[in-house]
């Protein structure tokens, strides 16, 4: 096996081989308001939830090539709320308009033609063609050298109604078609093709 030191030898490079070595990843389009009520959208592929008592997620949302943090990371800093919205295939390239770099302000929900509507309990919008949206709260956020990762509560679930079944309280799987970030700068993949293997007892 080859070694690669990411402390020293490969430092500069540890951006690019990671995320072209730990795929797929999920998609975290984020929705943000400014103090003043201006909307952001953005899409970050270091998300993940991450517990469920309480129900836990988080994302790393990284700072501008000049150092300034991007749009997202100073709303959640004055407002401590955020919405994630799930991306599935028919959302891939909305999603991907909404990673263009706009003066701060500048909703990226209208350069993509998406449909912002009201959350239940936090300020920021859901996206009405997102399959699903996570209403959080900032738990708080950290920071590890040029790393901060955003560490969010989950306060509300909202669901395609087709993908829930209520009676059994659980999600149609089966029905739900999100995409996955693979390596940079260009590459997704879909979900689609799946296997199912029993735990061993």
């Not at 003066?103 to 209208?110: C, D, I, R, S």
């Amino acid at each position: 096996m080859v070694e690669l030191d990411l402390e020293r030898d490969f430092a500069d490079r540890a951006y690019q081989l990671l995320v072209s070595l730990v795929v797929p990843r999920p998609i975290a389009l984020v929705t943000t308001v400014s103090p003043d009520g201006k909307i952001n959208a953005a899409p970050f592929s270091f998300f993940n939830c991450l517990g469920a008592n309480p129900p836990i997620c988080a994302f790393a949302p990284a700072d501008r090539e000049n150092g300034v943090p991007k749009d997202t990371a100073l709303n959640i800093r004055a407002t401590h709320q955020f919405v994630v919205n799930l991306v599935d295939e028919s959302l891939a390239e909305a999603m991907n308009q909404c990673s263009a770099s706009l003066p701060y302000g500048e909703n990226e929900l209208v350069r993509a033609k998406l449909t912002a509507i009201p959350s239940s309990i936090v300020k920021p919008p859901r996206i009405a063609e997102s399959p699903a949206n996570l209403e959080c709260a900032e738990w708080g956020t950290l920071q590890i050298g040029g790393n901060r990762i955003v560490i969010g509560l989950i306060k509300r679930l909202h669901l395609r109604e087709e993908l829930f079944d209520a009676t059994k309280k659980k999600i149609h799987t089966d029905k739900l078609f999100l995409i996955g970030r693979m390596s940079s700068p260009n590459w997704y993949c879909r979900t689609r093709d799946r296997f199912e293997m029993q735990r061993p007892a």
